[in-house]
């Protein structure tokens, strides 16, 4: 398909690159390395090379790649790049409620309408924190998200 602003090389599924119009669904939250889920990820990683998966997964080693940053997210960046050599690329995308409860739907231009639905995540979920800490514990949020040690990730500052 081309290369990202990042150097990433975009090859994807070839009956998503010939269509001529793909429609992505999924529920926008907070993700580890990407900023937030869904949107622009349903195509990388979602159908791309494995290739193009390890070269964009492997900026989630920047410190800019974190949970709850978009607009100067590496990995973010790379797969909205990706997104843009596509003809036609809408989404629909969803925010729950911790209960699977839907709160609000997002329609429409991969980048527009995405940054109304992690608006909203934010204005659910981020509170400002006053200060740093030597030790944070936190939870995933209970049955099912502690299920797997992937939950317990460490983000190590200095």
Excluded at 40 to 63: E, Q, R, Y
Excluded at 112 to 134: H, L
């Amino acid at each position: 398909m081309g290369s990202t602003r990042r150097g990433t090389v975009v090859k994807i599924a070839e009956t998503v690159a010939e269509a001529g119009l793909c429609v992505w669904t999924g529920d926008v939250e907070f993700h580890y390395f990407a900023g937030y889920s869904a949107g622009a990820k349903a195509i990388l990683p979602g159908v791309a090379s494995p290739d193009a998966i390890a070269l964009n997964h492997g900026l989630m080693l920047l410190p800019e790649a974190c949970a709850g940053r978009s607009h100067s997210n590496p990995v973010r960046q790379d797969i909205e790049d990706a997104a843009d050599l596509l003809a036609r690329v809408t989404i629909v995308n969803a925010v729950l409620r911790s209960r699977k409860e839907s709160v609000a739907c997002v329609a429409g231009d991969h980048r527009k309408a995405y940054r109304v639905a992690y608006g909203v995540v934010d204005q659910m979920y981020k509170v400002p924190v006053p200060g740093t800490a030597d030790v944070v514990l936190a939870s995933a949020g209970g049955h099912p998200k502690d299920l797997s040690l992937y939950q317990a990730q460490i983000v190590w500052r200095s």
